[in-house]
Every structure is written in structure tokens, then in C-alpha cells.
């Protein structure tokens, strides 16, 4: 008897998958990656981490909570070297590449720089920003700040923020205060045991009044000798779903006085006299809202194509049932339903990833003509991007479990990484704005939108359908391309949109508030938001493949672009039908078409996803090795990860008196005793008098068991 | 300067919550129990569990992999004695509570106790059982056994089991092997460190002749040293993505001898001869396969009746925005949008507890009469049940995700237990059969009714629908009783299930083989599976109210029965459209409507969710208590949980460099080390001859920086 392996193995099958494409595999990455520059800095940064010690991926599962903590510190130390050396384009993209690798770590050190630095940069005035860049902002030595922003009982809503800051007139100082549970300082990132200093969100108060939610730089530690300052308390906040390797903390403030110099004071000011001057206008926060939704579109992205990256490999040389006696069994990715649980989810990261890059051009381009800016453009932006990141984020979470899923029962071990990587990309879709209330955002942008249409008014290029009423009406003739494709769903956009505007409008007829009208109209108003932004996706993508020359590159991302078109209509084939843009017939002829380009597309999905160009280091998933020795890397990582104990830990206390216990042959307990006998003879020893009862009674309870 | 409570603090809020419903909460909880005794019997099992220190909840987030093994192990010791004591229905509600309070520990014990035993009293012949039972396979004393039926590279497709059992006639004994790394026997709960003896699936082989996957009771270890036997090889498959308490092992068997009456011969035997006797009939397993999935059926409602009492509980209590100045802030259960999130959700938990009831006694019923029943009967049964355990372990881990959303950034928390509910119940979605396969095979009997219907066969109840042609051609009127929402659910379902069918027959026609043409069709076959399983859902709900007596309490169980069919109107909305069941106009008319159930049903919300009866113990999650002290149990257990270390772990080793770190004033290099005037001179020298070029060389590397 010998150990046969059996043929073809695992990594020759993946070998096969990369014999025949119809383009090349590094153009295709190129393309994928917006340049060639940006796709060779991704990959040195890979190789980077693959090499430092404090990236260490394999062992990752089976640290604790506090090892994670420590670890991600290390790789905090590793990068502030780049913070002070590297422009600040190369730096982003090398975040962006972390946020991928290392969700927590980027976390961690994105709210100390990206943060707290920005809250500084934005609200300081140029004598205070210099003051703090002495003390060390900017290379993170002499002050590592965090962002005391969200409380206990106050997320979403900023300005309802209860920690106070009152000004004391006599020693011209802040006093910092948290005035009671709810108001306590939740989720800060860095603060558990991190942090020196935190830009403190709390409502300014100048003799007894009022003033709103300003920004207040506090220190937390002594920086010598990290105790905490007398007034703070501070505690960590423990366990969460992901992301352990951030220190979220809470902080109590309690009567914490501060120079009245450490209110960033570039907008809103108080005089030594206690004078309050707010600015003129009230800011534009639009420039940085955007900016942080674009790179979670991108992120969604790259780390949908993570995901996928493992799940397309996997079904690749998996393989389960034979077709027929003798025969191979088949390779999952060979059954058309695999087919059509991977392939649009493929397309759908492809898409987030020309969309995010859309997004940060038009961001880029914004950001260079704000003052020249239409308001209608800039507002358009700004809904859009919350409608992205909202849509985006949950697309990308289901893409993840849906991965974990198409991987079968190995999807539930913690080393094929697809488990870590929802809990780590779960948060995605709560901060920076609940995903279902930036949706209901971007639904207000659009019926406001969908009002200065009918008034006739110009329109933002990203809005422009609602302008034409044919987009609205047009029908489709069957045969769907990329322009048929578009009308859809502007069409159903604009009708959805339709909806939620007349229905508000009719509820500001009936009586009710503004306010009032936008939350009875709310569950239109998702859906218009859901209609728009799955169309804006679509055009993005669209317009990306369109701008290319024609190569077999190119023709391959249209291709897939065919794919998330149609098989975003089918999923919203509710809409297409209801707004008459799709017979009955024709949406069967899409569901034919998406079948057969799951088909097609299949067959070149694994050279498609490794223009993905994610190393095995990042993946940090056997299931996903990039040479498809599946089996082999998977058992290696499990005994590796897993030695077993010497010593039983609980045999001799748990497990051997079970396997040595008899069955006690449970005597039936009144038969046994004799109780009812018993009973009986006490029945008549009671009867025969006083004197006998109190015989027994002395003899206590004993006598209950042997009467005399 | 005070510390202010706010008012109304949040305990009032839900107390004021259960001031006024229109119906009595217990008599509503034993209406949802199915009878007062199974509701008791519950709230009996919680006080225990509540009480026995192996049950401690609180501290769970922060054991280690270990410790919670370990945790598990006393409460599998503590759970033997009811397995002797108690009547095998009376155990099995225990269990089905024990599933929703702790997972991992229902896998541990369900392993041993269902799973090996199961296999061992349904392959055994009456003397092996009567051996097993002498051995103490009953009372798990002697042995405990684990189910080693999954391999490394084999799940599915269990015929495929590359495991061998090779019959050696001369000394009567089977030899189990492992013959390549594939063949690992692999996710083998209990096998790391709990269990004795194996349930082996394995090839048998005799005389060199395959004859098909069997089982074989193959020991483990000694049950004194508890020393792994010779030629098995265990090892620990470490962390999962939840249920770390199951301590799944791999398993190699290297020529491993067991005698020939360990191979469970009720069905196939093997003689001393070797001659193999295969039983006249394929066994039926249809039962055991029911009755898992019925229970993930029940696990299914009672596991989202969990999430959403966190779910409910907190948004009541959570404000967030005022509605105006001076105003509280809104409850967040009070804003349309978030009815839209929970309502449904919870319309939909209970939907799936009368269905995992109804299901439950359908296969009571075929258990007692398996004789009588007629095949499409069974296979109706069968088909049906496949296509719930998909749907409804789908819909239990989607409310899961959907309540921690709703909980925003708390639900991230681990202590709001919501992360563990996902982690710990996404494997219902692959084991006991892929979701997609299962729903594909659903589909597949489907496809098989059609047939039948359309040659005027008799139909099993479930499918009846299928013979009455009215029914598939039905329009609604507009407004939507119980019965017109039925009528559309046939009326989608028999459509979607026609669609598969036709597209089945045509590719048979076309030439494809009957396995080429199912599975080409997949994509139809999926969808008339999940239109049929809904509507059964509908239905079985419905029916279920319907025979209540018309109280307070049914009234409501009505009211919410609507909510579900309507929203499940809407949620396949496209379906209904396609098939002209409604118009656009009437699908508004649904919408309409769901939003005025969201808002009623949102008025008794928090005692509808108190009559899921989960004490406190069980929801472990201070976002959900029950007295809706939500900040202050969840601070308290914030701090119980996380103490601060008396010194920072790494405040010396990292933090402190970084702080007093200089940045360093990078010189530029060139410069200051003078290079390009010192190769100038090199240069020159070089120019200068031989001699001197010789020179430099035997200085070696060190000229290089100071030439002569």
C-alpha cells in the first residue's frame, strides 16, 4: 500500500488556469491600478511588509487581544520613519496599501496622523499651529494625539456632544468636564494607551452661555512618564468584533483645566475678556467628509478584490463531484451557480475600483477650484460620495461573507483570513456616518435635486439625467449595451427619485414640518439613494473603460463591465420592471446574458484576479496561495499554529470522571427509604399523644430518618 | 457645577414602553412557545444556566481560545446528568435552549451525544448496539464518541470519502487509512481533546473491490491514559471564526487495526469471509435529515429573536437629534427609517418560530407513520426542508449583522454580544449542506413536482399549488388579506418553478444529459426554490394563526403575520411584477402598507420582544437588558472586563523612543559626504595611470571613502 497523491494536484490546476487569456496579465494590473508608477509602489510596499518583522502575518489568529496591541505598536514605530521622509502622495497610497494589510494598524496610526493632526491643521489658528508643530505633531514625537470626538450616549449627532468646556475668566483657562455618564468620551481611538494629547469635542460655555461644539487640545499623560493627568481617567474599552489591534478607550474628564490657547481657535475665537467671535460663515466641512468617503470606496475596493482574490483561487482548485465514472471531479468554479456567486461579485469590486479612483480625481479637482466651485457641483459631490461609501461598504461586507461562504466549511477557520476580514471591515459601515443615514443623506440631496429640475435649474453633471425627461421614459429595444445599460438606470433613478420627491412634497402640503415630510418620505428616499448610486457606479465605471484606448486589456474591463451593469439590473430588476424600463422577456434575456458572461468571464477569472496583484503576505490566506498549493499551505498553518499541549490541560479533572463514572442506578427514593412507612408510623405515634409527639420532636430531625 | 442625570433616564424610557399594549405578554409568550409547559420548561433551563458557574456569560469575550475549551468541558460534565435523568423530549428542548444561550457548547455536546450516538444506533445491528450500550455510549461514560465523517479535500460529497477501510481476511480485522493529506479526516469536533472513539466514514474495500462509503467505530484513545492509540494521528484545527469552545481536530490514520465488528453492519455486512451483503434497498436517511434541519429551523427564529431583543430594547432607549429646540431627543425607534430596519426583521423572526413548530410536527407525524406515507410525501418534506435550512439560517445571520448595524458603532462593541451571534452562527449556512446546494436541490424536487403537476399526478400538500392553474394566473385586486398575499406567493412560486422546469426540458431536448441540464438551469432552479420556500413560510405562519382562537394575542400574531407577507412581497418585489401578480401602482400599495404596519407594530415593539422570554443571562448583551439600564451595565461591564494594567506594557520599550525621538535633520547624503567631488578625483587619479589605480585597489573598500 503506497500514499498516492492524486492528479492532477492542486497548484498544477492553477497552473492550468494561467495558460490561456486573452490579454496580459501585467497590463491588465496596470489598468487596474490607474499607472504603472502607482501599481510599482504598491508592489514595494508589499514586499516591505512581507520582510519586517512586525508584519508578521501567519500567527496573527492566535495572539491575544493584548500581543495584537503590542505588535501593532511595533508597526507603528516602523512607519512614523516614513511620515517625515516620504511625500505625502507616496505616504497615502502606502496607507492605502496598509489599510488592506492591516486594518487595525492603519486605524491606530490614521487616528493619531490623519486624525488629530487634521483636526489640528483645520482648527488651528498659524501662531497655534506652529506652537504644536514645535511640540511635535507632525513626526509624532512629543505628542501622539487622538480624536475625542464620539460619547457614550452621543454618536452621530455632533452638536448634541454634552462634555463641556467652560471658561474661566479669573485664571483664563478651559475647564474640561464630563458631567455625567452618557457625556463620557467612547470609541477614542489611541486613548487606552496610546495617546499624550486629544482634540476634545465639547460645548463651549462663556459666562453661562452657550456657544456650540468646539475643539479643545488636552492633555492627556505626562509625556515623560505617560501617568495620567490629574482629572483624567481613562480606561480601555476592551474586546471588539475586529480591529483589536487599535486601543479604543473612554475618558472622563473632571474639572480638567486648560490654557484657553488650547482651543483651536481658527474659526471660532474667545478673547481673554470672554468675548465669543464666531466666523462670518459657517465652514465647509464638505472637503474632508469627501475625502474620507473616497478612500473607504477605494478600500472597499481592494479589499473586496482580497476577498475575492482567495474565493476565486479556492473554487479554482477545489474540486467536488465527478461528472461521470472514471472522470476528474470538477472544479467548483466549473458549476454555473459558483459561476454566478463569484463572477459579479468580481465585476462589483472592479467597478468600486474605478469608482473610487473617479471619486478621488474628482475630489482632487475640487479641491484644487473650491472657491470657484458651483454650490449645486460641490453639493452634488458630497451626496454622491455618502451614497458611495454607504453602498460601497455594505457591498464589500457582503462580498466578504459571501467569499467565506463560497469557500465552504475551510471559509470558517480563522487562517483562510475571510473571517478576520468581516469583523475588521464591519465597522466600515457604521462610522464616518451609519450607512443607512448617509443614504437617507444623499436620498435629501437628490429630492432637492429633483425640485431644482422641475424649476428648471442647472444641474450637476453627476444629477444631469433628472434635466432630461426622455431618460426618464426611454424603453429598451432587447439588446443591451453600455449606453442601453446607462438610460436603464437613469431612468429608474429618476423615477425613483420622482417618488420620493413627490411624496415629500405632498406630505409639506398636508401639514407636516420640512423635517417631519423628509422621515415619513424616508423609505423612498433610500431607495432613490440606492437607484442613483448604483447608476453613478455604473457611469463611473463606464466612463473609466471608455477613456482607455482599445486593447485586449480594455476590451476584458468592458466585458466585465457588461457583467456588473446587467447583473446590477437584475438585482434591481424590482425598479427596471416597475418603472417599464424591462419587459417580463427582456429581464429573462438579461439573466441569459449575465449567465453566459459569468460563463466567459470564468474562463480567464484567475489570471483577472491576480492583475488584482495582492501578495501571498497580504492575502495571509492558504486558501488563496497564488501557486495553488491549497491543502498543503492550509495543513502547515494549522500545525504550526496549533502544538499540541504536552500535558492534557483538563483530562485528569473533567474528562476522566466522566468516562469513569458508573451509572448510578437511581434508587426510587421513597421506596428505598421507607418514607411512606414511615410516615405512616408517625401518623399513629402523633395519635397516641403529647407525650410521644415530644419525644420525637426532641430528637430533632435525625428522628425524621429512624423514628423510635 | 452638579452631575446631572438626564432625564428620563433610560430605565424609564423602557419602562414606559410596557405601560400600554393591546395584549397580555405571557399569554402572547406561550402563544409563541407553542404551550405554557414548553415556555416554563425554557424559563426553567435559563435559571439554571443562569446559576451554575460554568455558565458564566459575562466575562466570555475575554477568555482565550483555552479557557473557553476548557469553560465548555465543565459544562459538558455539568449536562451528562440530564442525559440519564431526564426524558429524551424534556433533554431536547434543554438542548435547543442551550443552542441559542451558547453555541459552541451545543456542538460540543450535540457531537458526542447526536451525532456519534446517532450513527452508532442507526448503523448498528441489535448486538453491536447492545456492546456500544455495555460500553457506556449511552450515559457517555467509557466512551465518547466523534463523528469523523468530513475530509480535508472532501465535504459535500460524501460517496467521495477517500478514507479507506481495507478488509483483512486473515486476521479478521479492518485497516483504516489515511492514504494522502487530502483524505485528513478534518473539522472533527471533539476530536482535539475530548473524544475516545471515532465514527469513521471510510471506503470499504474487500478483495480489492470498492463497495462504497461505510462506518466504522474506530478507537481513539486509551480511555485510562487517554494517550493517542498507534497510527492515529490528531491535531487541533485551532481558531475558528466562532464556536471556539468545540475543539475541532484533524485526524490521520496510519494501517489503524480495528476488529471486523466495528463496522456498523445493520445495513451492509461484511462475513468472516469476506463476502459483503449490501442491503436490498437504498436506506431512507430522509429523517435524520430532517430533523437536523428542523432544528435549525427553530434555531434559525429563536437565534434572531435574540439579536433583535438587543436590537429593539436599545433603540428604544437610544435618542438621538431633538425634534425641535428644548426638545428630548427622539428615540431612535421613533423615526420610520429605523422601523424599516427592525420591524420586518422581527415579523420575519417570528414567522420562522411557527414554521421551525410546524415543521417540527410534520416530521413527528411522518415519524410515526414513515410506513404509510406516501414517497412525494416524504420527498416534498425533504425538499422543503432543504430549501428553510437554507433560507432561514440566510435570514438569521442577515438580522444578526442587521441588528449590530442598527446598534451603530455599540453594536461593534464585543460586549454587545452581537459580534459573537454572527461569528458564532455563520457556520448554519455551510455545514449540514451548503446553503446553495441545499437550495439547489429544493429546487431540483421542484423542478421534479412540475413535471408531475403537468402529467396530472397526485401532489404533495406543500406543492399542491402547483396542480390548480387558477392560481398561477391570479391578480390581486389591490387590497391584500391573508389569503390574496398566499395566492401571489403561489402565484410567483409556481411561475418561477415553471421557468426552471421549461428551461430543464428544453436543454434535455437540446441533447444535454439530465446532471448537464440541472445544473445549467441552477440560476432558474435557485430562484423557484427560494419563491417556494417563502411562500411556505407565509403559508406555515399563516396556518398557525389561523388555528389559534381568536384572542388579544392572535390578533396580534396576525397583525405581524401581515407584516411579513407584505414585506416579502416587496423584498421580491420582482418577481411579483414579472409575473403580473401586482401592478407597480399595487406594489406602491404594498409599500404604503408596510410602512403603517412598521409604525403600529412599532407601538408594542418592546413588549412583543419581551415575550421572546431570553433573561438577561442568555442575551448577555448590556444594549439589550431587560430593565434598560443600557450605559450603566455596559460601562460596568466595560471596566469589570478591562482593569488597566499597574504598568503600560509597552510604554518603555515603544512609546517612549518615539516621544523623545529628534527629528533628525536629514542631510543630503551627496553632499555632505562630499561623494561627487571625491569620484572627481578618483576619476582623476585613474587618468593618471596604472600604478596608482593599483594602489587603490589594495586599499580595498575603505579607499573608496578617503582616495588618497
Chains 1, 2 share one sequence.
Request: a neutral charge; charged letters at 25%; one cysteine or more.
Amino acid at each position: 500500500m503506497a500514499f498516492p497523491r492524486p492528479k492532477p494536484n492542486t497548484m498544477e490546476t492553477l497552473a492550468s488556469e494561467r495558460a490561456n487569456h486573452p490579454f496580459n496579465t501585467r497590463k491588465l494590473a496596470i489598468a487596474l491600478h490607474g499607472s504603472e508608477r502607482d501599481l510599482e509602489l504598491k508592489e514595494r510596499f508589499m514586499a516591505e511588509i512581507a520582510r519586517h518583522p512586525a508584519f508578521k502575518s501567519s500567527d496573527i489568529h492566535d495572539l491575544s487581544k493584548d500581543e495584537i496591541r503590542e505588535r501593532t505598536m511595533e508597526k507603528f514605530a516602523s512607519m512614523v520613519h516614513f511620515v517625515t521622509t516620504e511625500s505625502l502622495e507616496v505616504f497615502n497610497l502606502r496607507m492605502q496599501l496598509i489599510g488592506i494589510a492591516d486594518p487595525a494598524f492603519w486605524t491606530r496610526f490614521g487616528v493619531a496622523y490623519g486624525l488629530f493632526l487634521g483636526a489640528v491643521r483645520s482648527g488651528a489658528t498659524p501662531n497655534q499651529l506652529s506652537y504644536w508643530i514645535d511640540r511635535g505633531v507632525l513626526g509624532l514625537n512629543g505628542v501622539i494625539g487622538c480624536f475625542a470626538m464620539t460619547e457614550l450616549a452621543h454618536g452621530s449627532n455632533v452638536a448634541g456632544l454634552e462634555t463641556t468646556a467652560t471658561f474661566d475668566e479669573e485664571t483664563d483657562e478651559f475647564i474640561i468636564h464630563t458631567p455625567h455618564l452618557g457625556a463620557t468620551k467612547w470609541w477614542i481611538g489611541g486613548a487606552a494607551s496610546t495617546a499624550t494629547h486629544a482634540a476634545v469635542f465639547a460645548q463651549l460655555i462663556v459666562k453661562g452661555k452657550k456657544h456650540g461644539v468646539k475643539t479643545f487640545v488636552t492633555p492627556l499623560r505626562d509625556v515623560k512618564t505617560f501617568d495620567l493627568l490629574p482629572g483624567v481617567n481613562i480606561g480601555d474599552i476592551g474586546k471588539k468584533m475586529g480591529r483589536d489591534g487599535i486601543d479604543n478607550g473612554y475618558i472622563q474628564f473632571t474639572f480638567v483645566r486648560i490654557p484657553r490657547a488650547h482651543m483651536l481657535m481658527k474659526h471660532t475665537q474667545v478673547s481673554r475678556e470672554g468675548v465669543v467671535t464666531d466666523p462670518p460663515l459657517a465652514q465647509l466641512t464638505y472637503g474632508a467628509l469627501i475625502s474620507g468617503r473616497t478612500s473607504m470606496v477605494g478600500d472597499s475596493s481592494n479589499t473586496a478584490k482580497k476577498a475575492l482574490t482567495i474565493a476565486v483561487r479556492y473554487a479554482a482548485v477545489r474540486r467536488q463531484f465527478s461528472s461521470g465514472k472514471g472522470k476528474l471531479e470538477t472544479q467548483i468554479l466549473d458549476y454555473p451557480i459558483h459561476q454566478r456567486r463569484l463572477m459579479p461579485l468580481v465585476a462589483q469590486a472592479v467597478a468600486m475600483g474605478f469608482t473610487g479612483m473617479k471619486l478621488q480625481a474628482m475630489y482632487n479637482d475640487m479641491s484644487a477650484s473650491l472657491d470657484v466651485l458651483e454650490p449645486s457641483d460641490l453639493k452634488e459631490t458630497h451626496a454622491t460620495s455618502a451614497g458611495l461609501k454607504a453602498f460601497c461598504t455594505w457591498a464589500c461586507l457582503d462580498t466578504i461573507e459571501k467569499c467565506r461562504q463560497a469557500c465552504g466549511g475551510h471559509g470558517y477557520s480563522a487562517y483562510s483570513n475571510l473571517p478576520a476580514m468581516y469583523a475588521d471591515f464591519a465597522v466600515q459601515c457604521s462610522w464616518e456616518g451609519d450607512n443607512t443615514i448617509l443614504s437617507l443623506q444623499a436620498g435629501r440631496a437628490l429630492v432637492g435635486a429633483w425640485g431644482a429640475a422641475s424649476k428648471g435649474k442647472k444641474l450637476a453633471p453627476g444629477v444631469a439625467y433628472l434635466g432630461n425627461p426622455a431618460t426618464r421614459t426611454a424603453k429598451s429595444d432587447g439588446s443591451l449595451n453600455h449606453i442601453d445599460i446607462q438610460r436603464g438606470f437613469d431612468c429608474v433613478a429618476a423615477n425613483g427619485i420622482k417618488k420620493a420627491a413627490e411624496e415629500y412634497v405632498k406630505l409639506l402640503k398636508s401639514g407636516k414640518s420640512k423635517d417631519e415630510a423628509m422621515e415619513m418620505c424616508s423609505s423612498s428616499r433610500f431607495v432613490a439613494a440606492k437607484l442613483h448610486t448604483m447608476g453613478s457606479m455604473f457611469r463611473m465605471y463606464r466612463e473609466a473603460v471608455e477613456e482607455m484606448p482599445e486593447t485586449d486589456e480594455s476590451k476584458v474591463l468592458k466585458t466585465v463591465c457588461t457583467l456588473y451593469g446587467l447583473w446590477q439590473m437584475e438585482e434591481l430588476q424590482g425598479a427596471f420592471l416597475k418603472y417599464g424600463y424591462l419587459t417580463a422577456d427582456q429581464l429573462d434575456k438579461v439573466s441569459e446574458q449575465v449567465d453566459a458572461l459569468c460563463l466567459e468571464i470564468r474562463q480567464y477569472a484567475v489570471p483577472l484576479i491576480d492583475a488584482f496583484a495582492l501578495s501571498d503576505h497580504l492575502i495571509n490566506s492558504p486558501l488563496g496561495k497564488w501557486d495553488g498549493s491549497v491543502y498543503e499551505s492550509y495543513f502547515a498553518q494549522v500545525r504550526a499554529s496549533n502544538p499540541l499541549p504536552k500535558v492534557h490541560p483538563y483530562f485528569e479533572r473533567l474528562i476522566r470522571p466522566l468516562l469513569e463514572r458508573k451509572n448510578a442506578d437511581l434508587p426510587d427514593v421513597e421506596k428505598d427509604m421507607g418514607l411512606d412507612e414511615e410516615l405512616a408510623e408517625m401518623r399513629a405515634e402523633m395519635a397516641k399523644g403529647n407525650q410521644k409527639e415530644k419525644k420525637v420532636q426532641k430528637k430533632g430531625a435525625s428522628a425524621m430518618v429512624k423514628p423510635e
